[in-house]
């Protein structure tokens, strides 16, 4: 069975810029949906964390506010505790390109806080772009690409067309003002050619083997545009 492989963020936290600690971890929609999408597919899914790391799910995420009531909240969380992949994740360090037929990050703020840093993951972003596979990132994700800067500030993601989560998406969530810095600013200031849409609902951006959704609401598409690119 062709395998697909997420690399989750193992952060518990997002330090803000006082400092304090923003509990956070992945996002729940945005692993969930994309895993059914591609399990639904045939593909089998590997989960890889930093240091293999169990990753926890952003609470937030499970709001009956932002799932349409307390059932699809309580359906949401017994999916995740359903998800055995999540429970046993591989070490990034150890993980290879060639073992997978595409690559997919979601998000949650906890990319912030170690992917955005991860030596790890940045050897596997730029494996996996010069492949030509599928890869996927969504929301705060593309925090990932950060560490693919070199000492002279360059990327291989530099010119690509992208998306993620916007800084108008951040200011209406609540967190922009505390923040240390802000996702569509760094990855602009990087060179990547970020394309917005209306706040919260579903965009994606497609470049080359490079596919990139804007919100929760983006992550399931993203995947099935992956899907599409992988069978098609």
């Given at each position: 069975?062709?395998?697909?492989?997420?690399?989750?963020?193992?952060?518990?936290?997002?330090?803000?810029?006082?400092?304090?600690?923003?509990?956070?971890?992945?996002?729940?929609?945005?692993?969930?949906?994309?895993?059914?999408?591609?399990?639904?597919?045939g593909?089998?899914?590997?989960?890889?964390?930093?240091?293999?790391?169990?990753?926890?799910?952003?609470?937030?995420?499970?709001?009956?506010?932002?799932?349409?009531?307390?059932?699809?909240?309580?359906?949401?969380?017994?999916?995740?505790?359903?998800?055995?992949?999540?429970?046993?994740?591989?070490?990034?360090?150890?993980?290879?390109?060639?073992?997978?037929?595409?690559?997919f990050?979601?998000?949650?703020?906890?990319?912030?806080?170690d992917?955005?840093?991860?030596?790890?993951?940045?050897?596997?972003?730029?494996?996996?772009?010069?492949?030509?596979?599928?890869?996927?990132?969504?929301?705060?994700?593309?925090?990932?690409?950060?560490?693919?800067?070199?000492?002279s500030?360059?990327?291989?993601?530099?010119?690509?067309?992208?998306?993620?989560?916007?800084?108008?998406?951040?200011?209406?969530?609540g967190?922009?003002?505390?923040?240390?810095?802000?996702?569509?600013?760094?990855?602009?200031?990087?060179g990547?050619?970020?394309?917005?849409?209306?706040?919260?609902?579903?965009?994606l951006?497609?470049?080359?083997?490079?596919?990139?959704?804007?919100n929760?609401?983006?992550?399931?598409?993203?995947?099935?545009?992956?899907?599409?690119?992988?069978?098609?």
């Amino acid at each position: 069975m062709s395998k697909v492989l997420f690399v989750v963020t193992g952060a518990r936290y997002w330090t803000l810029a006082d400092g304090s600690k923003h509990p956070s971890g992945y996002w729940a929609e945005e692993l969930v949906a994309p895993y059914l999408a591609f399990t639904a597919a045939g593909f089998q899914v590997d989960v890889a964390t930093p240091g293999g790391v169990v990753p926890v799910v952003d609470h937030a995420s499970l709001s009956p506010d932002l799932n349409g009531g307390e059932a699809n909240a309580v359906a949401l969380a017994k999916r995740i505790e359903s998800i055995a992949e999540l429970k046993d994740p591989v070490s990034l360090g150890g993980v290879e390109v060639s073992d997978y037929v595409a690559v997919f990050y979601p998000g949650g703020h906890g990319p912030m806080e170690d992917l955005s840093v991860d030596s790890d993951s940045a050897r596997l972003l730029v494996e996996a772009l010069g492949s030509g596979k599928p890869l996927g990132l969504v929301c705060h994700a593309p925090a990932a690409l950060l560490a693919t800067e070199d000492a002279s500030g360059g990327s291989p993601f530099a010119r690509y067309r992208l998306t993620g989560f916007t800084n108008a998406e951040e200011v209406q969530g609540g967190l922009a003002a505390r923040a240390k810095w802000l996702l569509q600013d760094k990855l602009v200031a990087m060179g990547v050619l970020f394309e917005e849409s209306a706040p919260w609902g579903e965009h994606l951006v497609v470049d080359r083997n490079l596919h990139t959704g804007q919100n929760p609401a983006s992550a399931g598409p993203l995947a099935v545009e992956m899907i599409k690119a992988l069978t098609g």
